[in-house]
């Protein structure tokens, strides 16, 4: 498929109340194909006033979406599953182009990975509710109430798999939402917004707002919103606590991380290189949750390498419209940049380049930010690429020797999202999962994230789960009542 100079220009930039509309007052901004560089639609960002326009909207319609009854709230989110996967195709287009993401890749893990969690929350949406305890002849019983208008803000790797995560536990639970896309990947969520319309979904219940830091802040610190769910960094997390703290807000923050993948000695080791690309070349080694320092136990650390680097040569870049491409371009020249910068440091500091180590130029797609995979060995735990998140296609490899130092060494970072372990072993793998501070783990794979699963991170990573029953405690609130039977005890 070659790659099509037409615009996917949406008809509008912003959905509110149901409706495609423009601000009139919203600062100018562009959606670039991360293949080509081209315009591929102009927008503006929301305005103050749109903002307000867009609170009160929500508002209105979350009270009678909350009258509704569980059974009728899932059976529109299902009915959005079922419409996501009849449009997979377009929309992985749509995501492939916004994100230079591979097609092969958004059209099995983007937005059928959304229509999977409306599903799920579609068909829970009639269980969320409370308890009753009998305290002798009375009682109390606990409500389980919707928060309001939920903020949701989306980084720009998954933009329409983050809409789905968010807006559908938001949405079975009763609530409305505001959607904020990264302004890098700005187009999905408004075919989101379309598809919620056409599956029954009144009109307020979801809207989308376009617009950059500011416009996300602004989002944080409304006193009209009840709730804000991020997907970030961890100095753009740390902001929105800080601001959703003025108004006393809950938040849910999905940030970045530097998570450890450990091979033991004994794992099987295709496997275990499997797991390791996987956890590191996906999406371009965009993916937040990836396992960037692979631990390999000494004995096998030659063997490893030698698998791993014919493996990561042999990967196919190339334009990723076409259903063969492996590796696409980063999804802007900014951060191909922030990544070949880290690599540079890389060399400096003393890391061995067994793979890669440059940008890479793509026949016929000559202006993508592509970079080759790209994997460093004598990796130690003070440099730069073994302490900071990079987010592209760049894996660190250390070397260890026992199970106390690996289990210290991986946890010795300010980070906590995830955490992956190979080995044979059952007893090492549960004992070091056990003792590895990260929310999100694995055993003999990486990076799997079923919707039925809590995802998440611990210290800097993060607080609050996405996905499984526990994201319904995200997204409601108890009230708890006492009922008297009997004579009711006083001192007065
Ligand atoms: P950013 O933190 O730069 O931005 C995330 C979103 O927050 C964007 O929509 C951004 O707007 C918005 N934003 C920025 N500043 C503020 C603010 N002060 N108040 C409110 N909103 C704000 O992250 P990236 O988009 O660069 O995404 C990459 C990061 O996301 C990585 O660190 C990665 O690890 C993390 N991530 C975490 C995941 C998880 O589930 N734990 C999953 C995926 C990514 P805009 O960009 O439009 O200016």
Redesign the pocket.
Known sequence: MTISAASVQPAASHYVNGKYVDDPDGTPMQSLCSVTGMVIAELNAASASLIDECVVAARQAQESWAALTGTERGRILRKAADLIRERNRELSILETRDTGKPLQETLCADALSGADCLEYFGGIAATVGGETVQQGESFFYTRREPLGVCVG??????PFQIACWKAAPALACGNAMIF?????TPLSALKLAEIFKEAGLPDGVFNVLQ???AT??TL?KHPGVAKVS???????GK??AT?AAETLKPVTL????KSPLIVFADADMDQAVAGAMLGNFYSSGQV??NGTRVFVQRAVLEEFLQKLQPRCAAILLGNPLDEKTQMGPLVSAPQRDKVLAYIEIGKKEGARLVCGGDRAVVAGCEQGNFIQPTVFADVTDDMTIARE?I?GPVMSVLTFDTVEEVIERANNTEFG?AAGVFTSDLTTAHGVIAKLKAGTCWINTYNITPVEMP?G?MKH??MGRENSQHAIEHYSQIKSVYVEMGKLESPY
């Open positions: 803000i989306g980084a720009w790797n998954y904020k896309p990264s302004e890098v617009g950059a830091a996300g802040s944080v991020i997907t970030g960094s961890v100095a753009t902001k929105v601001g999905e940030l970045g991380g937040c949750s998140e987010f999202l995802f991170g990573s993060g």
